[in-house]
């Protein structure tokens, strides 16, 4: 009747690497973000700076969670290696 909750074995690592996949993939909406601010010039570009905020208000978030859990990546991001 009343089971008991599975433990997540090494839950600090787990989400740790889900911390990161998220931190990666925020960094690239918000490169793929400033690309289309800069390539499409219309009158109308209040939501295109809107969505670009709003993508570097969530990787700034989760680039300030992931120092403050002191994660860090073993791999490196593709924006440092293309520049």
Do not use: C
């Not at 787990?14 to 911390?19: F, I, M, N, R, V």
Request: hydrophobic residues 35%; positive net charge.
């Amino acid at each position: 009747m009343f089971k008991r909750r599975q433990k997540i074995k090494h839950p600090k690592a787990t989400y740790d690497q889900q911390l990161l996949t998220l931190l990666n993939a925020a960094k690239v909406d918000w490169d793929r973000a400033k690309q289309n601010e800069k390539a499409i010039y219309d009158n109308n570009t209040s939501e295109l700076v809107t969505q670009t905020v709003l993508a570097r208000a969530k990787y700034l978030y989760l680039y300030r969670e992931a120092r403050r859990r002191q994660v860090h990546g073993n791999q490196i991001q593709r924006s440092v290696i293309d520049k």
